[in-house]
């Protein structure tokens, strides 16, 4: 445990800004950092408001929680409120019933990869098997006293007491986790966070995931804690109230945005509301569902909680038909890459299915594609082998360009091709790739995203001076040299077709690979459109005109220019408004029904 009383500003290290607890929409027509969903329940603000709320529950109560949250901060504020109402507080910490530092390290070691900087093997197990259960059984409670359990895990220790669940959002984790403020599950210390980041994706959020889903429906009071002294909170009750209305409707993730080697410029000079101090911004992550949050606002107070919830509370009403295969898992992954005014990206592939679920312990891999949103002249992006490729060549000279820090003439290997607003560009498993720079990318993918082998960087450092590890082993395990000359061309650049069309609207079909498990369409309209979910969940972007009005059921909400949203399967029938006077074209992706039973 961290018993270190810290301030705010020391718990986190980022130029990101940390989201407010209140905030108004401007309802303007420029893409909002903060996106958020209205609801009729009452987010309610600070420890004084929920201790008095759960001084008429129980005299034991549970503080669960996220890996990361600061529980100094919440005991301190908890005892605050506690005591002007004349109570003590007998806190318990479920840390106490961890296993053995070395019994922890023998039961995860097998699936941290061991000196894979990067790579590891989802844990199979369960929150329960970090802590010995019999003494959690035997905790003692002081009779006249309030107490309190509290740690990840703190559920554990019996289902008859009510449960406060402190969540934190992702970003804001690995921005403590940076700043040397959190510790993985079940370590002493800090460690480096590329090595907790490794940690918390195969071993800590498997299982914390499980932990919250099992108990999701227990949950009494939620809490988001990324504000530790200034935190809101909903009634476990109001949130899966406002999760069943919200899975009839349309809304965003709340996104987030990173700086990275080869950023560029057009998120930073096109975006409001974000530190303009910072170099760049190579990454806005839209929607990657491991990763965001949801914002929920009421009378402007801001309660963010993670988009895994909704999948918690009903998964069929998100993902309709396609539930059956990807259960718990959304599917599909949109997200920006920069390189305007940038650089290029690395030269990189992606794993086969076989290969992800033998190594990595993931049901599916990362097929992805590249949609040109914004591009420079002459940009481009490089794509599959040149016809006269040999495998043994290419090798040695990435190789050669490792042991030596020489440059590799990539088109001498690679294929290369023009890129203009609104191409697709497809990337299955094993395709070799990258965006030139000018270019802003969406990303069109399956949800996996740590998977990407490295073959050649342009002999760059990282953001603090040090080499960026690359994978040459990996991705010739994986790369497809098939994908080569003239099959490039018929294969992996999209061709659209008219799917339906009537007076000023029509859909158009965007082809993508037979490796692909999911569909692109583009809905092209003058005044509106309508469409329907067909028991799938859509995933769309804004990606012509200035803002569009999607209508489901009785709600209507605006999204803007570059803006992606998520319309649930159990929306069914929707209608989207042109806000603009010129033509507005929204791209949808979604599982093809081919897939939704493997």
Known sequence: MIDKILEIDDIRQSEQFLMPSSYQNNNSNRYEIYPSFNIESRIHSGYTSLVERLLTNSTTIVFDGYIGVNWSFVKRQTEIAFQKEGKTINWISIDDYLKEDQIIENLVSPYLGGDDPLFGKIYPGELSDFYELDRISELKIAPNSINIIFGSGAALAGEEFPIVYFDLPKNELQFRSRAGSVKNLGKSLPEDPKKQYKRFYFIDWVVLNKHKHRIFHRIDFMVDEQRPDDINWLTGKDLRI????????????RPWFEPGIWGGQWIKNNIDGLNKTVKNYAW????????????????????????DCLLYFDNKAILGKAAKRFGHKFPIRFDFLDTIDGGNLSLQCHPSVAYTKEHFGEDFTQDETYYILESEPGAEVYLGFQENIDKNTFRNALQ???????????????????????????IPNGTVHCSGRGNLVLEISATPYIFTFKMYDWLRPDLNGLPRPLNINRAFENLDFTRKGQVVNDTLISTSKVLKEGTQWRIMELSTHQEHFYAIHRLEFQTCINDNTNDQCL???????????????????QFNYAETFIIPANAGS??????GDSIAKVIKAFVKDSSCLL
């Open 284 to 307: 806005s992550f839209e929607l990657i569902a491991p990763e965001n949050g949801i914002v929920l606002e009421n009378n402007n107070l801001l309660m963010e909680v993670s988009i």
């Open 574 to 579: 929707f209608l989207i408004e042109n806000n």
């Open 539 to 557: 995933v769309m972007s804004l990606v012509e005109g200035e803002s569009i009005t999607v209508v489901t059921g009785g709600r209507r909400m």
């Open 242 to 253: 406002e999760l069943a209305n919200m899975s009839s409707n349309a809304f965003r993730a």
């Open 400 to 426: 050669s360009s490792f042991d030596e820090n020489s440059t590799v003439d990539v088109k001498k290997y690679i294929q290369y091709f023009p890129a203009s607003k609104h191409d697709l560009f497809l």
